[in-house]
């Protein structure tokens, strides 16, 4: 061969088949993952926007504004045997109308637009003050509360004054009192710790979670009690003990489909067998983590068994081989190996019913709850249902606390969620 022909260029060759199938699979690659890039970001969009939805509607409630006041017990309108009976909101009333330089009209309607700036709180201060010691009626004594919900709102920049004054539930001159008292020291803000130290309650500015937390603490609690002891145990006869027939396959296919049931379900299974049937009361944390742990179930078993599989079957030939029993055998090793499995399934299935609300409203916990339960047959309600009640209220300040309230959920789902991962990273063995 010469340079001549060594220097001459080649024929361009067409592609061949399998090029061609090469670069048409590379396409299909490079457009699937651009596809699963573009669902990511769709999902994190619509999960910054309803986080931040949720952020910016109730931060403001873990802020608070408080007003202190000097108030005098006269004594010619304190009757000392009938403490309950006295009018503590209209003594607050006068004591914000004497710092305010006014004097009630024979209507009473000033010291009556006074009364809608200040909680009622303040009248339930001076009442616990002299049942304490009734030796301060006839002294002046300064109490510090929060303003009603619709003078905090005015504050946050809820409420503003170039709304219509038709429009607004304070008028310009309750606008101005405010103003006088923020001006003249008296109004000042801070975190409302209150949020999270009281219970429900029909005015907003007292209205907590700290009921609806205790309340999820103790339906979480029977449910963890019931659910995980006897989702594990199944699990380890179905892996482990029962015996393959049609029987068992039948039990399979009925806990993979008790995992799909709609939680409303549960609900009324529950107000059938535990309130209709076994009487247990209505609307409790008893009742309430009954249901709850029903459903809990076969999640706990499903992710039992999964934990289970994952263990290498030489663990179980090796502790055979050495004369160890098969009950020896599984919950002297494989159990132990799968139990990073085992606790990541129950946080989380614990972490669904913590969320649940539509069976809970099946078994009465809908109610009002003023308080904190007073045990695990007493009334009590939970963080969705409080959730539930407050966005149905009718005061636009209980809809800032509902987000607020979603915060706080969130809040527990996250750590629990956290807390199934750290456990599974800090257990978990590779074979």
Request: charged share 20%; no cysteine; net charge neutral.
């Amino acid at each position: 061969m010469t340079d001549a022909t060594l220097g001459a260029a080649a024929p361009r060759q067409a592609p061949s088949a399998a090029e061609a199938r090469l670069k048409k699979r590379h396409r299909a690659e490079r457009l699937f993952k651009a596809q699963g890039i573009a669902a990511i970001v769709i999902a994190m969009i619509f999960l910054v926007v309803l986080v931040g939805r949720i952020v910016s509607q109730g931060y403001s409630t873990f802020e608070t504004h408080t007003l202190s006041v000097p108030v005098y017990l006269n004594p010619d309108r304190i009757d000392t045997s009938d403490l309950s009976g006295v009018n503590y909101d209209y003594i607050v009333a006068e004591a914000v109308m004497k710092k305010l330089g006014l004097q009630d009209d024979d209507y009473g309607t000033i010291s009556s637009k006074v009364q809608d700036l200040v909680s009622r709180d303040f009248g339930f201060q001076l009442l616990n003050k002299l049942k304490a010691d009734q030796k301060l009626i006839g002294q002046t004594i300064t109490v510090t509360g929060p303003l009603k919900a619709d003078a905090d709102l005015y504050f946050k920049g809820e409420i503003k004054r170039s709304t219509a004054e038709d429009d607004r539930k304070l008028d310009n001159q309750q606008l101005d009192w405010l103003d006088k008292l923020k001006k003249d020291g008296a109004i000042t803000s801070g975190f409302n710790l209150g949020f999270f130290t009281h219970s429900d309650s029909t005015e907003p500015e007292q209205a907590g979670v700290l009921g609806a937390v205790i309340g999820s603490a103790m339906m979480l609690l029977i449910t963890a009690l019931i659910a995980v002891p006897v989702g594990v145990l199944a699990a380890v006869y179905l892996e482990e003990f029962a015996p393959k027939n049609r029987w068992t396959d039948i039990i399979e296919v009925n806990i993979n489909n008790l995992a799909a049931v709609p939680s409303i379900v549960y609900g009324l299974l529950g107000l059938a067998l535990f309130i209709n049937w076994l009487n247990v009361p209505r609307g409790s944390p008893l009742v309430g983590g009954l249901v709850l742990a029903l459903m809990a179930l076969p999640t706990v078993i499903i992710a039992t068994r999964s934990a289970l599989k994952a263990v290498p079957p030489s663990i179980r030939e090796a502790a055979l081989g050495v004369g160890a029993s098969k009950t020896q055998t599984v919950f002297h090793h494989v159990l132990p190996l799968a139990m990073p499995g085992v606790m990541t399934g129950a946080i989380l299935s614990l972490a669904h019913a913590l969320g649940e609300t539509a069976p809970l409203l099946m078994i009465g916990m809908v109610s009002f709850v003023p308080g904190v339960p007073e045990g695990l047959t007493g009334a009590a309600t939970v963080l969705p249902v409080q959730v539930f009640i407050w966005e149905n209220a009718s005061e636009r300040a209980f809809h800032e606390r509902t987000a607020a309230a979603i915060i706080v959920l969130l809040v527990f789902m996250i750590v629990m969620n956290a807390a199934a991962v750290i456990l599974r990273r800090r257990f978990e063995r590779r074979w």
